[in-house]
Nanobody, 120 residues
Framework: QVQLVESGGGLVQAGGSLRLSCAAS????????MAWFRQAPGKEREFVGR????????YYADSVKGRFTISRDTAKNTVYLQMNSLEPEDTAVYYC?????????????WGQGTQVTVSS
């Protein structure tokens, strides 16, 4: 069983930066893709960005493009979300997720989430 644990959330002023981490543990971890999602109060869960575990290709939602960067350390089984130029609209619980197969659209494993609050 794979477990994903996010960390690094907190309170930051608008314009500031945070780096979230998502560490995977459990059996041999070889995901196809890792992703970050977020959910603000009263809103649907929203895709933030993703990274291919092999090769490291990334893709971002338009709302964060140019401000957020996803990276991974395969030796540490960890994926990161560097968030710069944060805006109050970025306030949400951030979740990482792992997709184990190239087929289908669902992510197989999810973390518990970490709160990010951006004050104006």
């Amino acid at each position: 069983q794979v477990q994903l644990v996010e960390s690094g959330g907190g309170l930051v002023q608008a314009g500031g930066s945070l780096r979230l981490s998502c560490a995977a543990s459990g059996r041999t971890f070889r995901p196809y893709r890792m992703a970050w999602f977020r959910q603000a109060p009263g809103k649907e869960r929203e895709f933030v960005g993703r990274i291919a575990w092999t090769g490291g290709n990334t893709y971002y939602a338009d709302s964060v493009k140019g401000r957020f960067t996803i990276s991974r350390d395969t030796a540490k089984n960890t994926v990161y979300l560097q968030m710069n130029s944060l805006e109050p609209e970025d306030t949400a619980v951030y979740y990482c997720a792992a997709k184990t197969s190239a087929f289908g659209t669902n992510y197989d494993y999810w973390g518990q989430g970490t709160q990010v609050t951006v004050s104006s």
